[in-house]
Structure formats: C-alpha cells, structure tokens
C-alpha cells in the first residue's frame, strides 16, 4: 500500500523547513497546508510600490550551525569583492576573535563574488540603540563613559546601588518577569530601561507576566555580560562572539527581506515534487481516540476537502488546533486552549524624504541614523519600536539614497482600540509620535502603508496559561500529531528555533518514535541547546 502523506499546516519558517527535511529523508509525499496566499508567515516579506516591509525584524543569526548552514545551502552569503577596510565584509577589520566570528556567519562556503546577485544574502552590521529623552543609548546598554555622561553621574550611581541590592538579595522564587529583571538588572535600571518598552509590548504588568519569558527571550544576559562586552570594546579589542543573541554585532540577511529565505525554499520544495496548497485554511483534524487519520481543509470555492495523514505537522495557532480537533479534547483542556491569550502587532510602513537632524546621522541628504531597530523608550507615545529599513537591506527601498523607509511597530490586542484604528489613523498617530520623538516631520512625508500581523506574540500571562501543561500532554497524546514553532507550540521562538523544532519532529517521524520532548526541549530555558550546536 501506498505510504499517507505527511501533512504540514502553515508554510512558515517550521514548516518549510519539516516539508524541506522530510524529502531530503525520503518520505515520499509531503503536503503544505497554507491558509492564507503569502508564503513565509511571520517571516514574510510584504512589498509595497516597490519598497518592501520586514514584519518584526528578522536577524537571520543562530547558535546552532546546522540553522546556520541549512540558511546558506538555500541563499550563499554575497559581498562586494574588494571591501573597504572597517566594512562589515571584512572580517579582519575588528581583529582575529571578531573576524573568527563573522567567519562562522559565513561558514564553510565562500560567499558568492556577484555582491549584485538577487538570490543571496548579505552580511549586515547589527546596531539597535534605544531613544530615550531625545538621547540614543545602546541596546543592550553599554556601561561606558559616554552613556555615564548622557545618563548622569547620579543616575548611574542609584542603577550600580540598586544592582548591588539586587545581586546581594535575589528574589527567590523567581515568578514573574518583573523578578527576573530584577534580579539580572536591579530594579532602577529595570524601571528606566526594561518596564515601560516590556508592557508596551505585552499590554500588561511585568509583574502579571510569567518569568519563562525572559528565561527564552532574554536568556542569561546580565550587567555581567554587558559590562564584559563593554569592556572589549573600550579597551580598542573586539568584543568575544557573542553567546547572547542582544550582543551580536554581525548578522546575515536576505538581500529582499526574510521573505526571500522562505519562497526560495517553497519553490524547491515543489520542484523536488512537494504539495504546497495556498489559501487552504484546515477547518477539521480528524482522530480516532489517540491517532489523527486525517485533515479536512477547505478549499478556495468554499468547499471542504478531506486529506488522510500519516502525520501531521502543526504550526496553527493552538487555539484554531483544539477548536479544529474531531472529536474534541475534554471540556477541561479545550477551555484551556480557548484560554490562552496573544498579543497582536501593527506596523505602519513611512516613506520620508528625510529625518530630522540629529547627532547621530550618518547622511547629510536623508539624515539616516545608522541603526537596525530604535526602542522607543519615552513616555507618553505609544510606538514601542522603529525599524529602518534602508538598514536591513538598501533593496528594502526603491530609493535608498534619497528617502528613509521606516516601519514603526505598535503593539496591540485585536480588536481593542488601537487595533480597530482606520489606517488612516494610525498613519496620523504615527506621524504624530514621530514628530514627538524629534525623528521626523510629517511634511516630510512620501508614502505610507499599515501592516497587521494577529497573534505575533504567544502570550505568558492569563488564567489559562498556568494550566498549559495539561494542554501541551493531551496534545502530545495524539501520537501522530506534532506541534511546532512559535504558534504551533506557544511558544516565543525565532524562526530558528521554529526550525530546530521542526527538524526534532522530523527526525523522530523517520525513525518512528513517538517521543516528543526533544521537541519540547528547543529554547526551553538559559541552557537550552542554542549554544554551539554542530550541523552533523
């Protein structure tokens, strides 16, 4: 008999990568379930008169060397052929450690010699700083003398003291984000520089937010670490490789955005003789008592198809997964899924001739600072943070010479005030902060568009996210069913943990186990596999 399909719903960075795995592993029919028409997920790039919006940021940077040479097997690394010393394509610009580690960016291939090729990626300097009182900052903060001086003597003897207070006296147990922060911070320096970026985000106090968030976010960053990084770098050596991904300094990156990775990706998969359906939303997960024997999704014309799975590969958001499941899971746990909670993310996407003047402009024509990201720090503005895409690629911008293209993220609830905004509102609103800030000036405006991405963020908060375990084991019951990425398992992954995630997933399919904790083990905690982990 002909062996079922694997099915895979969502064609995502998890996904794409478990259809991509399973055909190199020889399963000979895989199936990609997408609802929506755009390739990527959260990961997509979405284009607009010719400018194009990265969602959120993508780095593409891993700890693990397997993510870092599957990006390079599908777009090789592309640099001019002759760079300038100091430039981000010289690895020996900032010394032996400093070239060691861009040299593991670049891997064992050599980089393509066309630095004009469309299909490659590009070696990016990493630079986020945070805005706060008309003053950028490092971020992470750097303990330095030029942020001692911009911040003030006193205030920076009242964040060592309160740090003193807080190394001296933990709070044990660690619950909440807020005792996290705390503890690796001191609370005056989390009040100034943590809360108010941290809620922004979340739509809640810290305190009200579980602290495995910053167990899988923040990791094991510490004053310690920043200090030690700081320290490299002012005494004129290179900064050691980066073990926390807020230290990189070098990250590599899509020449047309992060969406390029995955439709690159998408086509392969389908000339190697893959199913990849767009617009295919899965309305039903059929199961008889622990096995799912098949999926029903319904197709463009509005009926419903009925699919039989040896597997199924998740990436759906798990309350759509629970609702979908035939018959449905106990009263008690399907509450659990209907319980958890998101937050929802809005960009709005701002063509400008140019920024205001600033200290910092590296562009006398546009005025562009130089950074990747900008946390919006001030009170009384609701951005919580800026992206600069003439930063990330200059093949983001139809010009990007002579306009700065921005996308200024907000972080909301759907439905909720800000969410329901018109986009012309939110353009106002935007415009409006930007001048606030003394970034921008709204006459200075060419183009605008407004981006919503639901449920961006799996959220650590709410009376149903204390029970998850029982969710997470009743789903793990269906032996065939398996759950990844950030979605799929509610979790706050990057997209290479998605992809690490999904590749445990395959690896057990193959060899037909059920076990599913190495699944489970990606980015679970400070200690999680994300250190060096070899491509064999």
Request: aromatic letters at 8%; a positive charge.
């Amino acid at each position: 008999l002909p062996m079922k399909p694997v099915i895979i719903i969502g064609a995502g960075p998890a996904g794409l990568t478990a259809a991509i795995e399973l055909q190199r592993a020889g399963w000979p029919q895989v199936t990609v379930l997408e609802a929506s028409a755009e390739i990527g997920g959260l990961s997509r790039t979405v284009e607009h008169r010719g400018h194009r919006i990265d969602i959120g940021g993508h780095r593409f940077f891993s700890k693990s060397d397997w993510v870092m040479d599957w990006w390079r097997e599908q777009l090789p690394v592309a640099w001019p052929a002759a760079p300038r010393p100091g430039d981000a394509a010289d690895p020996g610009a900032a010394g032996a450690e400093a070239g060691a580690a861009l040299q593991r960016l670049l891997g064992r291939q050599a980089p393509a010699a066309d630095a004009s090729a469309r299909d490659v990626m590009l070696l990016r300097r990493r630079l986020s700083r945070i805005h706060f009182g008309g003053q950028f900052f490092d971020y992470p903060l750097t303990p330095d003398l030029t942020t001692a001086r911009a911040l003030g003597w006193a205030r920076c003897a009242r964040f060592g003291a309160s740090y003193a207070a807080a190394a001296l006296r933990p709070i044990r147990p660690e619950r909440s984000l807020e005792d996290f922060f705390i503890n690796r911070f001191g609370r005056a320096l989390y009040r100034q520089f943590f809360q108010s970026y941290t809620e922004k985000v979340w739509g809640v106090p810290c305190h009200q937010i579980s602290a495995a968030w910053g167990a899988q976010r923040v990791k094991s960053l510490s004053v310690t670490q920043m200090l030690l990084h700081g320290a490299r770098r002012a005494l004129g050596g290179p900064a050691p490789a980066a073990r926390q991904t807020s230290l990189i300094e070098h990250f590599l990156y899509p020449r047309l955005g992060p969406g390029q990775m995955w439709t690159t990706v998408a086509e392969r998969f389908q000339r190697a003789g893959g199913q990849l359906r767009l617009q295919a939303p899965v309305v039903a997960l059929h199961r008889e008592d622990t096995t799912l024997q098949a999926v029903s999704v319904r197709r463009p014309d509005g009926s419903t198809e009925r699919l039989e799975a040896a597997h199924v590969i998740s990436t759906m958001p798990l309350q759509q997964l629970s609702a979908a499941l035939r018959p449905a899971l106990p009263q008690p746990v399907a509450q659990i899924a209907a319980g958890l909670q998101y937050r929802d993310f809005i960009t709005v996407g701002v063509l400008l001739r140019r920024l205001r003047p600033t200290a910092a402009a590296i562009n006398a024509r546009t005025r562009i600072v130089p950074d990747n990201w900008i946390y919006i720090q001030d009170a009384g503005v609701q951005v919580g943070r800026l992206q600069i895409f003439n930063n990330w690629s200059p093949d983001l911008v139809a010009d990007p010479t002579g306009t700065v293209w921005l996308g200024l993220e907000f972080f909301a609830q759907e439905g909720d005030a800000l969410w329901s905004r018109s986009d012309a509102s939110l353009t106002e609103l935007a415009l409006r902060e930007l001048s606030q800030l003394g970034l921008a000036d709204p006459a200075d405006l060419l183009d605008t568009t407004v981006i919503r991405a639901p449920k961006a963020y799996p959220a650590y908060f709410g009376d149903a996210w204390p029970r998850f375990d029982a969710l997470r084991e009743a789903l793990d019951g269906l032996h065939n069913l398996w759950l990844v990425g950030r979605n799929g398992m509610h979790r706050y992954n990057n997209q290479d943990h998605s992809m690490l995630s999904a590749r445990h997933a395959v690896q057990a399919i193959v060899a037909g186990r059920r076990d599913k904790q190495a699944v489970w083990s990606v980015n679970i905690d400070d200690s999680y596999h994300e250190e060096t982990e070899s491509a064999g």
